[in-house]
Protein backbone atom coordinates (compact mmCIF):
# COMPACT_ATOMS: atom_id res chain seq x y z
CA UNK A 1 0.00 0.00 0.00
CA UNK A 2 1.68 3.20 -0.96
CA UNK A 3 1.81 6.16 1.52
CA UNK A 4 -1.37 6.97 3.09
CA UNK A 5 -2.01 10.49 4.61
CA UNK A 6 -3.67 11.18 8.23
CA UNK A 7 -7.75 10.43 7.06
CA UNK A 8 -6.77 7.41 5.07
CA UNK A 9 -4.58 5.42 7.91
CA UNK A 10 -7.83 6.73 10.25
CA UNK A 11 -10.10 4.67 7.59
CA UNK A 12 -7.73 2.07 7.28
CA UNK A 13 -7.84 1.22 10.86
CA UNK A 14 -11.65 1.52 11.16
CA UNK A 15 -11.54 -1.11 8.55
CA UNK A 16 -9.46 -3.17 10.18
CA UNK A 17 -11.36 -2.94 13.66
CA UNK A 18 -14.67 -3.76 11.39
CA UNK A 19 -12.48 -7.01 10.83
CA UNK A 20 -11.62 -7.89 13.87
CA UNK A 21 -14.60 -6.82 15.39
CA UNK A 22 -16.50 -9.38 13.55
CA UNK A 23 -14.47 -12.43 14.29
CA UNK A 24 -12.41 -13.12 11.48
CA UNK A 25 -8.56 -13.16 12.69
CA UNK A 26 -10.23 -15.35 15.77
CA UNK A 27 -9.71 -18.84 14.74
CA UNK A 28 -6.81 -21.15 14.56
CA UNK A 29 -7.96 -21.69 10.55
CA UNK A 30 -7.85 -18.29 9.42
CA UNK A 31 -4.10 -17.97 11.42
CA UNK A 32 -3.12 -20.74 10.34
CA UNK A 33 -3.74 -19.69 6.70
CA UNK A 34 -1.96 -16.57 7.33
CA UNK A 35 1.47 -18.29 8.61
CA UNK A 36 1.42 -20.77 5.36
CA UNK A 37 0.96 -17.24 3.38
CA UNK A 38 3.85 -16.14 4.93
CA UNK A 39 5.90 -19.57 4.65
CA UNK A 40 5.22 -19.31 0.48
CA UNK A 41 6.18 -15.89 0.34
CA UNK A 42 9.52 -17.06 2.07
CA UNK A 43 9.94 -19.74 -0.38
CA UNK A 44 8.80 -18.32 -3.59
CA UNK A 45 9.96 -14.54 -3.44
CA UNK A 46 13.32 -15.53 -2.02
CA UNK A 47 15.43 -14.01 -4.65
CA UNK A 48 13.67 -11.23 -4.67
CA UNK A 49 13.93 -10.02 -1.53
CA UNK A 50 17.51 -10.91 -1.23
CA UNK A 51 17.68 -8.69 -4.46
CA UNK A 52 16.19 -6.06 -2.51
CA UNK A 53 18.53 -6.45 0.70
CA UNK A 54 21.23 -5.78 -1.66
CA UNK A 55 19.84 -2.60 -3.03
CA UNK A 56 19.67 -1.29 -0.29
CA UNK A 57 22.74 -2.49 1.50
CA UNK A 58 24.65 -4.33 -0.91
CA UNK A 59 23.73 -7.22 1.63
CA UNK A 60 25.55 -10.73 0.91
CA UNK A 61 22.66 -13.21 -0.62
CA UNK A 62 23.90 -15.69 2.19
CA UNK A 63 23.57 -12.78 4.87
CA UNK A 64 20.01 -12.07 3.50
CA UNK A 65 19.06 -16.04 3.55
CA UNK A 66 20.32 -16.57 7.25
CA UNK A 67 19.29 -13.41 8.97
CA UNK A 68 16.04 -12.73 6.77
CA UNK A 69 14.03 -15.70 4.94
CA UNK A 70 15.80 -18.57 7.31
CA UNK A 71 14.11 -16.17 10.56
CA UNK A 72 10.87 -15.37 8.99
CA UNK A 73 10.48 -19.16 7.73
CA UNK A 74 11.64 -21.22 11.09
CA UNK A 75 9.04 -18.79 13.36
CA UNK A 76 5.90 -19.42 10.95
CA UNK A 77 7.11 -23.51 11.57
CA UNK A 78 7.21 -22.69 15.06
CA UNK A 79 4.20 -20.74 14.97
CA UNK A 80 2.31 -23.45 13.03
CA UNK A 81 3.62 -26.51 15.14
CA UNK A 82 2.50 -24.32 18.27
CA UNK A 83 -0.58 -22.36 18.03
CA UNK A 84 -3.26 -24.70 18.96
CA UNK A 85 -1.09 -25.46 22.41
CA UNK A 86 -0.81 -21.78 23.00
CA UNK A 87 -4.41 -20.46 21.84
CA UNK A 88 -5.60 -23.52 24.67
CA UNK A 89 -7.33 -22.30 27.57
CA UNK A 90 -4.88 -23.68 30.48
CA UNK A 91 -6.40 -24.90 33.36
CA UNK A 92 -5.22 -23.37 36.47
CA UNK A 93 -6.05 -24.61 40.13
CA UNK A 94 -9.18 -23.24 42.12
CA UNK A 95 -9.44 -22.09 45.40
CA UNK A 96 -11.26 -23.13 48.37
CA UNK A 97 -12.50 -20.01 48.60
CA UNK A 98 -14.66 -20.37 45.63
CA UNK A 99 -15.42 -24.44 45.84
CA UNK A 100 -16.80 -25.75 43.70
CA UNK A 101 -15.67 -23.80 40.89
CA UNK A 102 -12.81 -24.28 37.67
CA UNK A 103 -10.33 -21.68 37.03
CA UNK A 104 -8.53 -21.11 33.57
CA UNK A 105 -6.64 -18.58 31.85
CA UNK A 106 -7.17 -17.84 27.76
CA UNK A 107 -4.73 -15.66 25.37
CA UNK A 108 -6.96 -13.62 23.42
CA UNK A 109 -6.39 -11.63 20.69
CA UNK A 110 -5.74 -7.86 21.62
CA UNK A 111 -7.29 -6.29 18.36
CA UNK A 112 -5.44 -3.88 15.91
CA UNK A 113 -1.84 -3.86 16.04
CA UNK A 114 0.90 -1.55 14.70
CA UNK A 115 4.36 -3.14 13.89
CA UNK A 116 6.88 -0.27 13.03
CA UNK A 117 9.63 -3.19 11.71
CA UNK A 118 10.35 -4.64 8.34
CA UNK A 119 10.17 -8.56 9.61
CA UNK A 120 8.86 -8.71 13.40
CA UNK A 121 4.98 -9.80 12.35
CA UNK A 122 4.79 -13.02 11.88
CA UNK A 123 3.54 -13.47 15.79
CA UNK A 124 0.91 -10.56 15.88
CA UNK A 125 -0.89 -12.83 13.27
CA UNK A 126 -0.12 -15.99 14.76
CA UNK A 127 -1.87 -14.28 18.25
CA UNK A 128 -4.94 -13.47 16.30
CA UNK A 129 -4.81 -10.00 15.81
CA UNK A 130 -5.10 -7.71 12.82
CA UNK A 131 -2.16 -5.78 11.74
CA UNK A 132 -0.79 -2.38 10.02
CA UNK A 133 2.89 -3.08 9.02
CA UNK A 134 5.15 0.08 8.93
CA UNK A 135 8.31 -1.13 6.84
CA UNK A 136 11.40 0.91 7.42
CA UNK A 137 11.60 3.98 4.89
CA UNK A 138 15.69 3.70 5.31
CA UNK A 139 15.07 0.56 3.11
CA UNK A 140 13.00 1.60 0.31
CA UNK A 141 13.17 -1.19 -1.83
CA UNK A 142 12.45 -3.79 0.69
CA UNK A 143 9.84 -1.58 2.25
CA UNK A 144 8.51 -1.53 -1.22
CA UNK A 145 8.60 -5.33 -2.51
CA UNK A 146 7.01 -5.92 1.13
CA UNK A 147 3.96 -3.84 0.38
CA UNK A 148 3.97 -5.47 -2.97
CA UNK A 149 4.24 -9.00 -2.15
CA UNK A 150 2.60 -9.31 1.40
CA UNK A 151 -1.42 -8.74 -0.27
CA UNK A 152 -0.92 -11.38 -2.47
CA UNK A 153 -0.26 -13.86 0.42
CA UNK A 154 -2.18 -12.79 3.37
CA UNK A 155 -5.69 -11.17 3.80
CA UNK A 156 -5.15 -8.03 2.83
CA UNK A 157 -8.64 -7.00 4.66
CA UNK A 158 -6.85 -7.91 7.67
CA UNK A 159 -3.57 -7.07 7.34
CA UNK A 160 -2.18 -3.87 5.41
CA UNK A 161 1.14 -2.47 5.05
CA UNK A 162 1.84 1.02 4.98
CA UNK A 163 4.29 2.55 3.34
CA UNK A 164 6.28 6.39 3.75
CA UNK A 165 8.44 8.31 5.93
CA UNK A 166 8.07 10.61 9.41
CA UNK A 167 4.51 12.27 8.13
CA UNK A 168 3.06 8.52 7.63
CA UNK A 169 4.68 7.63 10.75
CA UNK A 170 3.49 10.47 12.25
CA UNK A 171 -0.50 9.73 10.98
CA UNK A 172 -0.10 5.86 12.15
CA UNK A 173 0.66 6.88 15.82
CA UNK A 174 -2.07 9.68 16.07
CA UNK A 175 -4.20 6.65 15.68
CA UNK A 176 -5.39 4.37 18.90
CA UNK A 177 -3.93 0.61 18.69
CA UNK A 178 -4.37 -1.95 20.80
CA UNK A 179 -0.86 -2.60 21.00
CA UNK A 180 2.63 -1.00 19.45
CA UNK A 181 5.45 -2.75 18.28
CA UNK A 182 8.39 -0.81 17.21
CA UNK A 183 12.27 -1.87 16.07
CA UNK A 184 14.13 0.91 16.40
CA UNK A 185 16.78 3.69 18.19
CA UNK A 186 15.50 5.03 21.42
CA UNK A 187 15.51 8.21 20.03
CA UNK A 188 12.46 7.50 17.64
CA UNK A 189 11.21 4.98 20.82
CA UNK A 190 10.68 7.96 23.05
CA UNK A 191 8.51 9.36 20.30
CA UNK A 192 6.74 6.26 19.89
CA UNK A 193 5.99 5.68 23.71
CA UNK A 194 4.40 9.26 23.99
CA UNK A 195 2.44 8.85 21.48
CA UNK A 196 0.97 5.24 23.05
CA UNK A 197 0.55 7.15 26.16
CA UNK A 198 -1.97 9.31 24.99
CA UNK A 199 -4.33 6.23 24.60
CA UNK A 200 -2.81 4.65 27.07
CA UNK A 201 -1.68 1.54 24.56
CA UNK A 202 0.76 -0.64 25.54
CA UNK A 203 4.05 -0.84 23.69
CA UNK A 204 6.80 -3.53 22.41
CA UNK A 205 10.40 -1.49 21.92
CA UNK A 206 13.09 -3.26 21.03
CA UNK A 207 15.78 -0.68 21.20
CA UNK A 208 19.39 -1.46 21.16
CA UNK A 209 22.25 -0.23 22.44
CA UNK A 210 25.70 -0.49 23.58
CA UNK A 211 26.49 -4.49 23.27
CA UNK A 212 29.95 -5.34 24.86
CA UNK A 213 31.89 -8.23 24.42
CA UNK A 214 33.98 -9.34 27.49
CA UNK A 215 37.13 -11.56 26.50
CA UNK A 216 39.02 -13.68 28.81
CA UNK A 217 42.84 -14.37 28.17
CA UNK A 218 41.80 -18.29 28.71
CA UNK A 219 39.58 -18.52 25.44
CA UNK A 220 40.46 -20.27 22.01
CA UNK A 221 41.61 -16.93 20.51
CA UNK A 222 41.32 -18.08 16.66
CA UNK A 223 37.58 -19.25 17.21
CA UNK A 224 37.08 -16.35 19.32
CA UNK A 225 37.60 -13.89 16.84
CA UNK A 226 35.72 -15.55 13.98
CA UNK A 227 32.41 -15.26 16.54
CA UNK A 228 33.27 -11.69 17.28
CA UNK A 229 34.03 -11.12 13.58
CA UNK A 230 30.72 -12.95 12.26
CA UNK A 231 28.32 -11.45 14.88
CA UNK A 232 29.85 -7.83 13.65
CA UNK A 233 31.18 -7.56 10.25
CA UNK A 234 28.91 -10.22 9.22
CA UNK A 235 25.66 -8.77 10.34
CA UNK A 236 25.17 -6.19 7.73
CA UNK A 237 28.36 -4.45 8.11
CA UNK A 238 27.55 -3.96 12.09
CA UNK A 239 24.10 -2.48 11.58
CA UNK A 240 22.13 -4.25 13.87
CA UNK A 241 20.67 -3.52 17.43
CA UNK A 242 23.10 -7.14 18.78
CA UNK A 243 25.88 -6.24 16.90
CA UNK A 244 28.81 -6.33 18.95
CA UNK A 245 29.68 -2.42 19.84
CA UNK A 246 33.10 -2.49 21.82
CA UNK A 247 35.27 -5.29 23.46
CA UNK A 248 37.25 -5.20 27.29
CA UNK A 249 39.79 -7.49 27.58
CA UNK A 250 43.03 -6.96 29.56
CA UNK A 251 46.20 -4.77 28.49
CA UNK A 252 47.93 -8.12 28.29
CA UNK A 253 45.82 -10.09 26.19
CA UNK A 254 44.72 -7.03 23.95
CA UNK A 255 47.64 -7.21 21.22
CA UNK A 256 47.16 -10.86 20.69
CA UNK A 257 43.42 -10.72 20.12
CA UNK A 258 44.25 -7.44 17.90
CA UNK A 259 46.34 -9.58 15.95
CA UNK A 260 43.55 -12.58 15.78
CA UNK A 261 40.94 -10.00 14.70
CA UNK A 262 43.27 -8.86 12.02
CA UNK A 263 44.11 -12.36 10.48
CA UNK A 264 40.08 -13.38 10.26
CA UNK A 265 39.04 -10.13 8.51
CA UNK A 266 41.75 -10.26 5.99
CA UNK A 267 40.62 -14.20 5.71
CA UNK A 268 36.66 -12.69 5.54
CA UNK A 269 36.74 -9.38 3.30
CA UNK A 270 40.82 -10.00 2.22
CA UNK A 271 43.31 -7.34 1.35
CA UNK A 272 40.60 -4.59 0.09
CA UNK A 273 37.68 -4.68 2.35
CA UNK A 274 35.60 -2.19 0.07
CA UNK A 275 35.56 -4.17 -2.71
CA UNK A 276 34.38 -7.44 -0.78
CA UNK A 277 31.18 -8.40 -2.00
CA UNK A 278 30.19 -10.00 1.20
CA UNK A 279 30.57 -6.69 2.99
CA UNK A 280 27.44 -4.78 3.00
CA UNK A 281 27.62 -1.29 3.09
CA UNK A 282 25.95 1.58 5.12
CA UNK A 283 22.92 2.07 4.52
CA UNK A 284 22.43 5.76 3.46
CA UNK A 285 24.42 9.12 3.47
CA UNK A 286 22.68 10.24 7.13
CA UNK A 287 24.44 7.57 8.34
CA UNK A 288 27.56 7.41 6.53
CA UNK A 289 28.42 11.04 7.91
CA UNK A 290 27.05 9.91 11.62
CA UNK A 291 29.95 7.05 11.58
CA UNK A 292 32.46 9.12 9.58
CA UNK A 293 32.04 11.71 12.00
CA UNK A 294 32.36 9.16 14.78
CA UNK A 295 35.87 8.34 13.32
CA UNK A 296 37.29 11.50 12.62
CA UNK A 297 36.13 12.55 16.23
CA UNK A 298 40.24 14.35 16.91
CA UNK A 299 40.13 12.48 20.42
CA UNK A 300 39.57 9.09 18.92
CA UNK A 301 40.96 9.06 14.71
CA UNK A 302 44.77 8.14 15.81
CA UNK A 303 43.24 5.08 17.94
CA UNK A 304 42.73 3.53 14.52
CA UNK A 305 44.83 0.28 15.27
CA UNK A 306 43.52 -1.71 12.15
CA UNK A 307 41.41 -0.57 8.70
CA UNK A 308 39.62 2.88 8.59
CA UNK A 309 39.29 2.73 5.24
CA UNK A 310 35.76 4.45 3.40
CA UNK A 311 34.27 4.95 0.32
CA UNK A 312 31.57 8.07 0.62
CA UNK A 313 30.88 6.82 -3.13
CA UNK A 314 30.11 3.49 -2.32
CA UNK A 315 28.76 3.99 1.21
CA UNK A 316 31.23 1.76 2.65
CA UNK A 317 33.10 1.66 5.32
CA UNK A 318 35.94 -0.69 5.63
CA UNK A 319 35.91 -3.04 9.15
CA UNK A 320 37.51 -0.96 11.75
CA UNK A 321 39.22 -1.51 14.80
CA UNK A 322 40.08 1.56 17.74
CA UNK A 323 42.38 1.00 20.83
CA UNK A 324 41.64 2.47 23.56
CA UNK A 325 39.35 4.98 22.97
CA UNK A 326 38.69 7.39 25.87
CA UNK A 327 35.43 6.52 27.41
CA UNK A 328 33.58 9.83 26.83
CA UNK A 329 34.37 9.99 23.31
CA UNK A 330 31.45 9.65 21.04
CA UNK A 331 32.01 6.67 20.00
CA UNK A 332 31.55 5.28 23.37
CA UNK A 333 28.62 7.84 24.17
CA UNK A 334 26.54 6.19 21.46
CA UNK A 335 24.98 2.76 19.97
CA UNK A 336 27.86 2.77 16.79
CA UNK A 337 25.38 1.13 14.68
CA UNK A 338 27.88 0.20 12.20
CA UNK A 339 31.43 -1.52 11.17
CA UNK A 340 33.34 0.40 14.16
CA UNK A 341 34.91 -1.85 17.22
CA UNK A 342 36.57 -0.32 19.70
CA UNK A 343 38.82 -2.39 22.46
CA UNK A 344 38.82 -0.98 25.89
CA UNK A 345 41.92 -2.32 27.68
CA UNK A 346 41.55 -3.31 31.37
CA UNK A 347 44.11 -4.69 34.00
CA UNK A 348 42.04 -6.96 34.98
CA UNK A 349 38.65 -8.94 33.75
CA UNK A 350 36.63 -8.14 36.52
CA UNK A 351 36.86 -4.66 35.69
CA UNK A 352 34.88 -5.05 32.79
CA UNK A 353 31.85 -5.21 34.73
CA UNK A 354 32.21 -1.85 36.31
CA UNK A 355 32.82 -0.21 33.22
CA UNK A 356 29.60 -2.10 31.38
CA UNK A 357 27.56 -1.19 35.10
CA UNK A 358 28.38 2.63 34.42
CA UNK A 359 26.24 2.41 31.03
CA UNK A 360 22.94 2.01 30.11
CA UNK A 361 21.71 -1.66 29.80
CA UNK A 362 22.50 -3.60 26.87
CA UNK A 363 20.01 -5.52 24.29
CA UNK A 364 22.53 -7.91 24.45
CA UNK A 365 26.16 -8.46 26.26
CA UNK A 366 28.72 -11.39 25.67
CA UNK A 367 31.65 -12.61 26.80
CA UNK A 368 34.10 -15.30 25.95
CA UNK A 369 35.82 -17.14 28.35
CA UNK A 370 36.36 -20.67 29.93
CA UNK A 371 36.47 -19.78 33.57
CA UNK A 372 33.05 -21.25 35.15
CA UNK A 373 33.40 -19.13 37.87
CA UNK A 374 33.71 -15.79 35.45
CA UNK A 375 30.77 -16.63 33.97
CA UNK A 376 28.48 -17.16 36.75
CA UNK A 377 29.77 -13.72 38.05
CA UNK A 378 29.26 -12.40 34.72
CA UNK A 379 25.55 -13.52 34.44
CA UNK A 380 24.66 -12.16 37.90
CA UNK A 381 26.74 -9.16 38.36
CA UNK A 382 25.15 -7.68 34.20
CA UNK A 383 22.23 -6.62 33.69
CA UNK A 384 20.99 -6.96 29.76
CA UNK A 385 18.22 -7.97 27.64
CA UNK A 386 20.01 -11.42 26.56
CA UNK A 387 23.44 -13.10 27.82
CA UNK A 388 25.10 -15.32 25.35
CA UNK A 389 28.50 -16.95 26.76
CA UNK A 390 31.26 -18.05 23.93
CA UNK A 391 29.78 -16.55 20.88
CA UNK A 392 27.69 -13.86 19.66
CA UNK A 393 24.49 -12.91 18.16
CA UNK A 394 23.34 -16.41 17.33
CA UNK A 395 20.85 -16.52 20.48
CA UNK A 396 18.68 -14.43 18.20
CA UNK A 397 17.59 -17.48 16.53
CA UNK A 398 16.40 -20.18 19.38
CA UNK A 399 12.78 -19.89 19.56
CA UNK A 400 12.43 -20.93 23.26
CA UNK A 401 14.24 -17.61 24.14
CA UNK A 402 13.00 -14.50 24.68
CA UNK A 403 14.23 -11.60 22.78
CA UNK A 404 14.30 -7.90 24.15
CA UNK A 405 15.72 -5.35 25.89
CA UNK A 406 15.71 -3.87 29.52
CA UNK A 407 15.97 -0.11 30.59
CA UNK A 408 16.61 1.61 27.76
CA UNK A 409 17.65 -1.01 25.87
CA UNK A 410 13.79 -2.09 25.51
CA UNK A 411 10.26 -3.15 26.55
CA UNK A 412 9.22 -6.41 26.57
CA UNK A 413 10.15 -9.53 24.58
CA UNK A 414 9.22 -11.32 22.08
CA UNK A 415 10.08 -15.26 19.49
CA UNK A 416 8.37 -18.06 20.27
CA UNK A 417 5.46 -18.72 22.98
CA UNK A 418 6.98 -14.98 24.19
CA UNK A 419 5.60 -13.04 20.98
CA UNK A 420 2.22 -15.05 21.35
CA UNK A 421 2.13 -13.96 24.63
CA UNK A 422 3.43 -10.02 23.51
CA UNK A 423 0.10 -10.15 21.02
CA UNK A 424 -2.39 -11.70 23.57
CA UNK A 425 -4.51 -10.93 26.61
CA UNK A 426 -4.02 -13.45 29.45
CA UNK A 427 -7.99 -13.21 30.38
CA UNK A 428 -8.98 -14.57 33.88
CA UNK A 429 -11.90 -17.11 33.82
CA UNK A 430 -13.83 -18.28 36.85
CA UNK A 431 -16.72 -20.38 36.18
CA UNK A 432 -18.94 -21.68 39.09
CA UNK A 433 -22.19 -23.46 39.37
CA UNK A 434 -24.68 -22.58 42.33
CA UNK A 435 -23.86 -24.56 45.05
CA UNK A 436 -21.45 -23.94 47.79
CA UNK A 437 -23.19 -20.99 49.25
CA UNK A 438 -21.26 -19.56 51.63
CA UNK A 439 -23.65 -17.06 54.30
CA UNK A 440 -21.04 -15.62 56.18
CA UNK A 441 -20.11 -13.59 53.15
CA UNK A 442 -23.09 -11.54 52.82
CA UNK A 443 -24.79 -9.25 54.94
CA UNK A 444 -26.04 -8.46 57.35
CA UNK A 445 -23.05 -8.92 58.97
CA UNK A 446 -22.41 -10.57 62.76
CA UNK A 447 -19.47 -11.78 65.03
CA UNK A 448 -20.23 -15.33 63.85
CA UNK A 449 -19.80 -14.57 60.89
CA UNK A 450 -16.37 -12.54 60.70
CA UNK A 451 -15.20 -15.61 63.10
CA UNK A 452 -15.76 -18.14 60.06
CA UNK A 453 -14.35 -15.66 57.33
CA UNK A 454 -11.25 -15.05 59.51
CA UNK A 455 -11.24 -18.94 59.22
CA UNK A 456 -11.19 -19.31 55.70
CA UNK A 457 -8.52 -16.58 54.91
CA UNK A 458 -6.60 -18.34 56.97
CA UNK A 459 -6.85 -21.41 55.45
CA UNK A 460 -8.47 -23.28 58.84
CA UNK A 461 -10.14 -26.46 57.10
CA UNK A 462 -12.94 -26.32 59.70
CA UNK A 463 -13.87 -22.97 58.83
CA UNK A 464 -14.03 -24.07 55.50
CA UNK A 465 -16.46 -26.67 56.15
CA UNK A 466 -18.55 -24.36 57.96
CA UNK A 467 -18.67 -21.47 55.50
CA UNK A 468 -19.45 -24.22 52.68
CA UNK A 469 -22.33 -25.64 54.71
CA UNK A 470 -23.62 -22.06 55.30
CA UNK A 471 -23.02 -21.63 58.53
CA UNK A 472 -24.18 -19.69 60.41
CA UNK A 473 -27.51 -20.73 59.62
CA UNK A 474 -30.21 -18.52 59.98
CA UNK A 475 -28.11 -15.26 61.15
Known amino acids: MAARGGVGVEAD ?37 CRALHADLAKPYTESYVHEIALVKSSCRFALKNLKKWMKPQKVSASLMTFPSTAMVTAEPLGVVLVISAWNYPFSIAAGNAVVLKPSEVAPATSSLLAELLPQYVDSTCIKVVEGGVAETTALLEQKWDKIFYTGNGKIGRIVMASAAKHLTPVVLELGGKCPVVVDSNVDLHVTAKRIAAGKWGCNNGQACISPDFIITTKSFAPKLLEALGKVLEKFYGDEPLR ?41 IAPTIFMDVPLDSGIMKEEIFGPLLPIITVDKIHESFALINSMTKPLAAYLFTKDSKLQEQYE ?96
Not at 290 to 316: A, C, P, T, Y
Request: net charge positive.
Open 13 to 49: VAALRAQFAAGRTRGAEWRAAQLRGLLRMAAEAEAEV
Open 276 to 316: SSDLSRIVNSNHFNRLKKLMDDENVSDKIVFGGQRDEHQLK
Open 380 to 475: AGISAGGMLVNDTVVHLTNQYLPFGGVGESGIGAYHGSFSFEAFSHKKAVLVRGFAGEAAARYPPYSTAKLKILRGVLKGNLGSMIQAILGFPRGK
